[in-house]
């Protein structure tokens, strides 16, 4: 049973343009969400995190949007840059538990 | 910090074989969680310690599975006996609390039976 799904397993961009990575849960009890980035051969890395109070957080380029009603939250990234070319993992968690992660979408972002 | 320090970070062995991997978790940190990562089924928690006393095993597949955590600065994960099926990438992350949940991985060891 996959509490959190991202449904796009990949997506590719131009250099300059923004980069929307999508993600979806089921748990309506996650009070906060996080997106990870992941390059090969390492580790996946924190990179934005967002509390299930606020619908917007923003950090530098990224900016992730949470939806509560929809159960539906997005990564958005601008300008794109090709060092962001990665795989990105959304999770959901709450503050009793684990964390449940997506299955990842790589993102090409290309000259 | 030198982060979480997994090894070995490649392991190959034959199916049937013992298979124990490492994992040094960021220092201080109370929470240290082992997963999984395959193509089918991505990132799937095995099992996590609070403290070292583990708190949630439910993840591990079967019995073939085992984890311990002697002290806080070390965990194991072991297979015995490895399948095929196991291959995969091992990843340990370790956090402060599960308040905020900023888990810390280490870079994975990547395991392949043959």
């Known amino acids: 049973d996959q509490q959190v799904k991202q449904n796009s397993p990949s997506l590719s961009v131009q250099e300059g343009r923004i980069s929307i990575l999508n993600c979806d849960y089921t748990?309506?009890?996650?009070?906060?969400f996080l997106w990870y980035k992941k390059y090969p051969a390492e580790g996946p890395t924190f990179l934005i995190s967002?509390?299930?109070?606020?619908d917007k957080n923003e950090d530098g380029r990224f900016t992730v949007f949470l939806n509560k009603s929809a159960k539906h939250l997005s990564l958005h990234i601008v300008p794109s840059q090709p060092g962001d070319s990665a795989v990105y993992f959304c999770?959901?968690?709450?503050?009793?538990?684990?964390?449940?992660f997506g299955r990842g979408t790589q993102l090409t972002v290309w000259p | 910090d030198a982060g979480v320090i997994q090894s070995p970070r490649h392991e190959v062995t034959e199916m049937g074989q013992e298979v124990t991997l490492r994992c040094k978790p960021i220092?201080?940190?109370?929470?240290l969680f082992w997963y999984r990562q395959t193509m089918m089924r991505g990132l799937e928690l095995l099992i996590y310690?609070?403290?070292?006393?583990?708190?949630?095993d439910s993840g591990m597949p079967e019995d073939r599975f085992s984890a311990k955590m002697p002290n806080a600065s070390f965990s194991t994960l072991k297979i015995q006996p490895s399948e095929p099926r196991d291959s995969a990438v091992y990843f340990c992350?370790?956090?402060?609390?599960?308040?905020?949940?900023?888990?810390?991985f280490g870079a994975g060891t990547r395991l392949s039976v043959l």
């Open positions: 967002i509390s299930s109070i606020k």
């Open positions: 999770a959901g968690g709450s503050t009793l538990g684990r964390l449940y």
């Open positions: 748990n309506s009890m996650f009070d906060y």
């Open positions: 220092s201080g940190h109370d929470y």
């Open positions: 992350a370790s956090s402060l609390d599960l308040a905020k949940n900023i888990q810390y």
């Open positions: 310690f609070n403290n070292n006393v583990p708190i949630d």
